[in-house]
């Protein structure tokens, strides 16, 4: 039995757990009432709502994009499936005599390198294929599906640093989990010399809405396909249910998903690479390799293109581009032209600015204007890009 002294102290300390319990939910609470929309002043409080509504479970976010019908007009959510009849609207044939068809493959990094490069030489027409933050897998894998794309005589794929680790999942879902693109693409592994690919059970929107709707059989071994396999993505990142509806929830499940990113990120090999990242580069050189061979036999120049985004130096370079080089592969980095540890090269949303991609750009049409017969750009404008690494 416990002593009066003994059980005055346990009393004590329950009050004050019970009480901080109590602090917490009325916080909880109050926080909820006043974020929630429809009130006059919610457009006052629009981004500190938009912040605590980030740690918002994948199921919650999905219910507000598309919807429990399906029917969300969520721009996100569509984009970057692999299903060529959502391509059908990129050119596959030049739209002039004198123009030269280029197709991209990547994320936005390497289209708005693609589209300078359309704005410096109108010849160059573009067809684009592509994802939100996409990696590798979905790139090559684009590349390979897209059969309409051959009459292209230049193909350019993209490839971010921020995004090669998710080429070991099945889907961006957890890639992007402040606003999940749930396309998915297949997941490449290596075993010794041999390369081996893993089909998502679900490969195209309608498939992904029909799951969604219905929420059976399909929808369950999909989450639990794609939670296999995505580093941070777990039951308490995907249920949604009570728990979207506590903000302070809602709080530590973004803080949750955030720190399996943050504590690879702070490890570093002898080459200051992180672990996971240095474990797709194998794979990635197979995809490029594998890339390269399709492309000769679709009478194609490849153009590998390595984007260093913010924070990641010149990874890619130290990881891909002599080994990819040596194997005959042509290849271009954002670092020969910027530092990627300079914030002036950057937007606030994390792309390149537009000074950096035009440097891209000339550097593409520099490469391909052999191939294409394009002819000589003229003397660019005076401009400022920041190239130092402090």
Known sequence: MLKTGNWAGARKALCVVLATLAWLALMDVTLGWVLRPGWPWSVKVQSLARYFDYGRSVEGKLQQSLGADGRGTDMVAQAGWLDPSQWHNEPCAVAAADCRLVAVYGQSFALRAARALEQLDPQVQLRLVAGPAAPLAHSYAAYRADVAGSPARVVVIGVLASSLVRSSQLSMTAGTFEHPAPYTYPRFTLDGQTLHEQTPLIQTYPQFVQAWVERGAQWHDFRDQLMAYSPGLDPFAWNGGWSDASVLVRLVRRAWVTSHDSTDAALRNVQ?????????????????????????????????????????????????????????????????????????????????????????????????????????????APSYTARSHK
């Open 272 to 380: 200051g690479l992180s672990p996971a990242f240095a474990a797709e580069l194998p794979v990635a050189q197979r995809l490029l390799v594998q890339a390269q061979q399709l492309a000769q036999q679709r009478h194609q120049q490849l153009i590998v293109l390595l984007l260093n985004d913010r924070g990641y130096a010149r990874w890619l370079d130290i990881g891909l581009r002599s080994a990819l080089q040596s194997q005959g592969l042509t290849v271009l980095s954002s670092s020969d032209y910027f530092s990627s540890l300079n914030m002036n090269n950057f937007e606030l949303d994390g792309h390149f600015i537009p000074t950096a991609d035009q440097r891209i750009a000339r550097a593409l049409h520099q490469s391909i204007a052999p191939t294409l017969g394009l002819g000589a750009l003229s003397p660019p």
